[in-house]
């Protein structure tokens, strides 16, 4: 018996994903972290919550935008929750990773 395989667009797909995410992730930090004096403001708490909403945000735009209109794709409920909950996670980690970053810089 031989498999055939059809072509997907899995690779090219994950690329674009981390790229999107590389840049969004670059888009972050200058939005919220732009000048010396309002990132000292900003506790690793805000950092993290900032982050969170990043991510949701984006969840948003992603499922919304590319999915649903450029894509013409229909998300079922539990994948959109999982959509959702993946874009939290990223947000919240990058909140976290650039306030972490931003104390580390502090104490020097």
């Known amino acids: ?4 395989r059809t072509p997907t667009r899995a690779l090219p797909a994950v690329v674009l994903h ?7 992730g670059g888009a972050f930090g200058g939005l919220v972290g732009t000048s010396e004096h309002r990132r000292r403001e900003r ?3 805000l950092w993290t919550g900032l982050g ?3 991510g949701l945000v984006l969840s948003e ?3 919304h935008v590319l999915l649903e209109r450029v894509n013409d794709q229909d998300v079922p409920p539990d994948e ?11 947000g919240l980690t ?4 650039c306030g972490y970053r931003d104390r580390d810089r502090d104490r020097q």
């Open 80 to 90: 959109r929750f999982l959509f959702h909950l993946g874009h939290l996670v990223y």
């Open 1 to 4: 018996m031989t498999v055939t």
């Open 52 to 54: 969170a909403v990043y």
């Open 94 to 97: 990058l909140g976290a990773w």
């Open 43 to 45: 506790s690793l708490h």
């Open 18 to 24: 981390l790229l999107y995410g590389t840049l969004a």
């Open 61 to 63: 735009l992603g499922l």
